[in-house]
C-alpha cells in the first residue's frame, strides 16, 4: 500500500482519468495529494484569442481557475469517501512534480498522458516521460 499518492491534476482529460484511477486503486492510501502547477511558460500559448493580460493578472486568472479545479476534483473525491490535500505551485511542471514527490515522501505518481495538444506539447516536450525518468518513486501514467 503507498502512504503518499501524489496525482498531478491539470485541467486535461487525461488528468481526470488518472484521479479517477487514484480514487479506485489507491483510495486506502494514507494521505493522496492533488498537485496543479502554474507555469509561467504557458503564459504565451493560452487558448484565448485576446492581446495578454499583465502577468499579475495572468497569474490570478490561472490560480483562481486551479483552484476551483481542485475543488471539483476535491468534491469528486469526497463523494467517494477519499480525502485529499490540494497544492497549487508554480514552476516547470515535470520539474515541480518531481521536486514536490522527493519533499514531501510520495511513495507513488500518477499523472496523465499529456496535458497539452497540438504545437505547445511537440515544443515543451513529455511533462509525463520527464516525471518517469526523474523522479525517486514508481510513477502511473494514465491515457
Known amino acids: 500500500m503507498a502512504e503518499h499518492v501524489l496525482v498531478a491534476y491539470d485541467d486535461s482529460v487525461q488528468a481526470d482519468h488518472a484521479l479517477r484511477l487514484a480514487l479506485q486503486e489507491f483510495d486506502d492510501a494514507g ?10 511558460a504557458s503564459a504565451g500559448y493560452s487558448r484565448k484569442l485576446t ?18 479545479r481542485l475543488a471539483t476534483a476535491e468534491r469528486a473525491a469526497a463523494q467517494v469517501g477519499v480525502d485529499v490535500d490540494t497544492e497549487i505551485v508554480v514552476g516547470r511542471p515535470s520539474r515541480r512534480i518531481v521536486a514536490y ?15 497539452r495538444s497540438g504545437v505547445s506539447r511537440m515544443l515543451l516536450g513529455s511533462v509525463a516521460e520527464a516525471v518517469i525518468r526523474h523522479a525517486n518513486c514508481p510513477v502511473t501514467v494514465v491515457r
Not at 31 to 40: E, H, N, Q, Y
Not at 101 to 115: F, M
Open 51 to 68: 492581446i495578454p493580460s499583465l502577468p499579475e493578472e495572468w497569474y490570478e486568472e490561472t490560480k483562481m481557475a486551479a483552484e476551483e
Open 31 to 40: 494521505r493522496m495529494t492533488l498537485l496543479t502547477i502554474i507555469d509561467p
Open 101 to 115: 514527490a522527493r519533499e514531501h515522501d510520495v511513495d507513488h505518481i500518477i499523472t496523465g498522458s499529456h496535458g
